[in-house]
Nanobody, 122 residues
Framework: QVQLVESGGGLVQAGGSLRLSCLASGRTSSTSAMAWFRQAPGKEREFVATITRNFDITYYADSVRGRFTISRDNVKTTVYLQMNSLKSEDTAVYYC???????????????WGQGTQVTVSS
């Protein structure tokens, strides 16, 4: 089992920045990729970014590319999401996920955190 705990969400004005963290514990060696997804009220869960354990290969959703950066610290087993130039449409609950492959499909991730709220005021 892998446990994921997100932190760093909050309220920020449009154009501002936030950094989310996801601390992984347990059998982290059983996963090969970690990702961030988000879900706004009334909408489906949406892929944001993912990063592989080996070589730190990253993929981003078109809506966040160039504004968000995913990174990881394997020693601390933590994944980060640096969010810059935030827009009101970035408002959502952000979830950390871990799985065997760096995919954009949420159902292919095996482990999930509880989520952290990000609210961007315009």
């Amino acid at each position: 089992q892998v446990q994921l705990v997100e932190s760093g969400g909050g309220l920020v004005q449009a154009g501002g920045s936030l950094r989310l963290s996801c601390l992984a514990s347990g059998r982290t060696s059983s996963t090969s990729a970690m990702a961030w997804f988000r879900q706004a009220p009334g909408k489906e869960r949406e892929f944001v970014a993912t990063i592989t354990r080996n070589f730190d290969i990253t993929y981003y959703a078109d809506s966040v590319r160039g504004r968000f950066t995913i990174s990881r610290d394997n020693v601390k087993t933590t994944v980060y999401l640096q969010m810059n130039s935030l827009k009101s449409e970035d408002t959502a609950v952000y979830y950390c996920a871990a799985g065997l492959a760096a995919t954009r499909t949420w159902s292919q991730y095996d482990y999930w955190g509880q989520g952290t709220q990000v609210t961007v005021s315009s």
